[in-house]
């Protein structure tokens, strides 16, 4: 009988409880997501197995020298969110930016849920007892609203590493649930003659264009912002080394095998992070709350904005392409145009879309350098 009752306490059996038994559950939750409903599966099928693996009692795998932790190391020492970055740009066309470039105005306005949900968080402070947050939380917490995974890991690693996992699993829930959270804002702030608007096609982007602007905007936003010097100078070069078209190969690279592999490094690494006792807090709970205040917000000011530029240009701006403000490449862009296609079937949005899409990757991580800036 000793034997077995050892037996049994080295088992993970032993080691469950309640908590533990919520993790895992969360974790088939985002599988099942991923898996069966395809929402965003590069990223939460990794999230997710980390989540499951770090909460499985006695694996040892997030301990000081385990496999995972080893591994986490490259997101807490923000090095795999640049290098997501430098992947992101080898694979993005700014073409659609620079034939539009008021369309960068769009990607700016949708930032204004980060810097809302920031004010929000101090609110909490004074309203919600137990709940409070520092200004580094509070940062972390409303950078979610840019809708960028890698820039809110990057900004929360360097500036509260605590609730690293809260702020990866918020921020990439909220990117894989766009198709599902945006269209509802969207119909509600515009009207359908707003939602039929058909744009006119963009004009041609030559080559040397393309070259010159990921040039010109590293040495502009590092000099205006230092801070923001690894996540936008691995974004324009990525998209340097795709636009020079001398080097083929490396982009290749960049755009499949290396980006998939990092993807899984800083899934998993962070997935790992969500262990049940620091997960399941009120605070934890509170980050998710504002995240999606924060996503919501950003998603709104970007069409407003989109309303905004309707009314000026005549009504030859359709302001759904205002909702692609926010970061999460291409999907956002994706919805406009789908949204936009279900109130005129001829309508045609994506690439108007993609321009303050990627605007909104800029606008984040210059929003990241801003709050790196003042809070670390």
Request: with cysteine; net charge neutral; glycine share 10%.
């Amino acid at each position: 009988m000793d034997v077995l009752y050892d037996f049994w306490r080295s088992t993970g059996f032993a080691g469950l409880d309640i908590k533990v038994v919520i993790m895992i559950a969360i974790a088939c939750i985002f599988l099942y997501l991923a898996i069966a409903k395809g929402y965003e599966p590069y990223l939460l099928i990794p999230i997710a197995s980390g989540m499951l693996l770090t909460n499985l009692p006695f694996g040892g795998l997030m301990e000081e020298g385990g496999f995972l932790y080893l591994l986490y190391q490259g997101t807490k020492l923000g090095i795999y969110p640049p290098l997501i970055f430098l992947c992101v740009g080898a694979s993005t066309d700014f073409g659609p930016l620079i034939a539009n470039p008021k369309s960068i105005f769009l990607g700016a306005a949708a930032q204004f849920g980060i810097f809302f949900t920031f004010i929000g968080a101090f609110i909490l402070n004074d309203f919600i007892p137990g709940i409070s947050f520092t200004p580094q939380e509070a940062a972390s917490v409303a950078i979610i609203g840019g809708a960028d995974g890698p820039t809110a890991l990057y900004l929360t690693s360097q500036l509260a590493p605590h609730i690293l996992g809260s702020i990866a699993i918020a921020a990439y829930s909220y990117m894989a649930l766009v198709p599902i959270i945006q269209p509802p804002i969207m119909k509600a702030l515009t009207t359908k003659v707003e939602r039929e608007v058909k744009m006119e096609q963009l004009r041609p982007v030559s080559k040397k264009e393309k070259i010159i602007f990921p040039i010109v905007v590293i040495i502009f936003t590092i000099l205006l912002l230092p801070s923001a010097a690894a996540l936008i100078g691995m974004l324009m070069l990525g998209n340097l080394i795709k636009e020079s078209g001398v080097v083929p190969k490396l982009t290749s690279v960049l755009t499949d095998t290396f980006m998939y592999i990092i993807t899984i490094l800083l899934g998993v690494t962070v997935g790992a992070t969500a262990k049940a006792d620091v997960f399941l807090t009120p605070q934890t709970i509170s980050i998710v709350v504002l995240g999606l205040i924060a996503f919501s917000v950003g998603t709104a000011s970007g069409v407003l904005f989109g309303k905004l530029m309707y009314k000026f240009s005549g009504g030859k701006i359709n302001p759904l392409i205002g909702s692609a403000g926010v970061s999460a490449v291409p999907m956002a862009a994706r919805v406009s145009q789908k949204v936009g296609q279900e109130s005129n079937p001829a309508n045609f949005l994506l690439m108007h879309a993609m321009g303050p899409n990627v605007a909104g990757v800029i606008g984040s991580a210059v929003a990241a350098g801003l709050l790196l800036n003042f809070f670390s």
